[in-house]
């Protein structure tokens, strides 16, 4: 009899790993639940699966069959079973709508698997159908696929089927994504033209340092070989040699460096420090602040005002939270929720939610609106977020602009510099002669 492993959650979100004998993986989800927890995976061991190998050929042939001989799939390791948002939140809004309109979720599951151009969402569409058709809930088979459906999605789809409100929970989840996505175009939109300039300073002053300057260095040396150059210019002219003459340790430093930057902070402290910087920086840290406080909110609202509860949803928003600083503010309020205390407090006592948001959601906790004080605070930051994102944008144009004008001004200063002092000394001689004469 196969053994299958499974991840799954207790009645205070805490998660359970283990591994259970069952004939089915059906079976599988069937032992968890009657053992008081929601499963999340359950995936087959791998030497069930290594004696299970020799039986997929049959299936393999069927589903060549109708595909065809000379469709080939190519799996790249560590892109494959991963879908954009973009796709996603068409799927969702989609499925919303025709689960809205009467259609059986079945039925519509299919019906999108048929026009879905992705060939990886297809797929999984395909599992969904399967894993219904064979009796499990649409949430036990979202949670199969963790790589495209997280936590918040499965938990608020369990959420909905719990409550017999499935397509007000997909329309929701629909909405939560398209703002998601609406403000992180909006902060790229605004850091490409900062990042722009950036690149093509850099690409200027590389051409100004190894091609340009070395020409004037050899016309200098030519005109003026018993005349001391400027100070500024022989600075200049040094940073020049010093760039092309080093130019691949210098990649290969810049290389080390970013390589070491991303090992940091990927390590847990490493994660803090950057995650704090950008919430300190001026200019940047203001956005990425708005930003991380309207997620909170407006996750923690969505998944709350969908059923889920509200230790299972602080568990959520924490894996979700996208900023390690905002993460274990919630995980103070988790503990704090836990115990039977209020939520305002711990936030109040992170330092990290302004003094509006923390009263917003004591009002909310005394009147019993929490869900939608919480939603009413993201849409509000929403609006904050477009402006400060249009602010920093309007203060890193200028700033950009004088950067790269103070950057070519002074390498064509320090290539003047010796003309002018060549002029002044022809001058003078020319002066002295007329005088003598």
């Known amino acids: 009899?196969?053994?299958?492993?499974?991840?799954?959650?207790?009645?205070?979100?805490?998660?359970?790993?283990?591994?259970?004998?069952?004939?089915?993986?059906?079976?599988?989800?069937?032992?968890?639940?009657?053992?008081?927890?929601?499963?999340?995976?359950?995936?087959?061991?791998?030497?069930?699966?290594?004696?299970?190998?020799?039986?997929?050929?049959?299936?393999?042939?069927?589903?060549?069959?109708?595909?065809?001989?000379?469709?080939?799939?190519?799996?790249?390791?560590?892109?494959?079973?991963?879908?954009?948002?973009?796709?996603?939140?068409?799927?969702?809004?989609?499925?919303?709508?025709?689960?809205?309109?009467?259609?059986?979720?079945?039925?519509g599951l299919r019906v999108l698997e048929k026009q879905e151009r992705n060939a990886t969402l297809r797929g999984i569409l395909d599992d969904l159908s399967l894993a219904i058709e064979g009796g499990s809930t649409f949430s036990e088979a979202l949670a199969q696929h963790p790589k495209v459906f997280n936590r918040l999605f499965v938990n608020m789809v369990k959420a909905g089927e719990l409550g017999g409100v499935l397509e007000v929970v997909l329309k929701r989840l629909a909405e939560f994504s398209e703002k998601a996505q609406k403000i992180k175009g909006k902060i790229k939109a605004a850091m490409f033209y900062p990042i722009a300039v950036l690149i093509v300073a850099s690409g200027i002053m590389v051409l100004l340092m190894t091609f340009v300057i070395p020409r004037f260095k050899e016309v200098f040396a030519g005109m003026m070989p018993g005349n001391e150059l400027p100070k500024f210019t022989q600075i200049v002219m040094g940073i020049s040699d010093i760039i092309k003459s080093h130019f691949l340790v210098a990649a290969g430093c810049l290389a080390a460096f970013i390589v070491l930057f991303l090992i940091f902070i990927r390590t847990k402290f490493g994660r803090w420090v950057w995650d704090k910087f950008k919430l300190k920086v001026p200019i940047i840290g203001p956005v990425v602040s708005k930003v991380s406080i309207a997620r909170f909110t407006r996750t923690l609202g969505t998944l709350v005002s969908s059923g889920?509860?509200?230790?299972?949803?602080?568990?959520?928003?924490?894996?979700?939270?996208?900023?390690?600083?905002?993460?274990?503010?919630?995980?103070?309020?988790?503990?704090?929720?836990?115990?039977?205390?209020?939520?305002?407090?711990?936030?109040?006592?992170?330092?990290?939610?302004?003094?509006?948001?923390?009263?917003?959601?004591?009002?909310?906790?005394?009147?019993?609106?929490?869900?939608e004080m919480l939603l009413r605070i993201a849409d509000n930051y929403d609006e904050e977020v477009d402006n400060a994102v249009a602010s920093m944008t309007s203060l890193l144009e200028p700033v950009m602009i004088v950067f790269l004008a103070v950057i070519v001004g002074s390498i064509v200063i320090a290539m003047f510099l010796p003309l002018i002092k060549m002029i002044s000394v022809m001058s003078g001689q020319g002066g002295g002669g007329g005088a003598g004469d």
């Open 1 to 107: 009899m196969p053994k299958y492993s499974y991840v799954a959650l207790d009645a205070h979100g805490k998660e359970t790993k283990g591994v259970i004998e069952v004939a089915s993986q059906n079976e599988a989800i069937g032992r968890v639940k009657d053992m008081g927890l929601f499963p999340t995976k359950i995936t087959e061991t791998e030497k069930a699966a290594a004696k299970a190998a020799g039986k997929k050929p049959k299936a393999a042939r069927k589903a060549g069959g109708k595909k065809g001989a000379l469709d080939i799939q190519i799996k790249i390791p560590g892109l494959s079973g991963r879908i954009k948002p973009k796709v996603l939140t068409t799927f969702t809004r989609q499925l919303a709508t025709l689960v809205d309109a009467g259609l059986p979720l079945l039925r």
């Open 308 to 371: 889920v509860p509200i230790l299972q949803a602080l568990t959520i928003v924490k894996e979700t939270a996208g900023n390690v600083v905002i993460a274990n503010a919630v995980g103070e309020v988790h503990e704090s929720v836990k115990e039977g205390e209020t939520i305002t407090a711990p936030l109040e006592g992170s330092g990290v939610f302004p003094p509006m948001v923390v009263s917003m959601v004591d009002v909310g906790e005394q009147t019993g609106a929490l869900p």
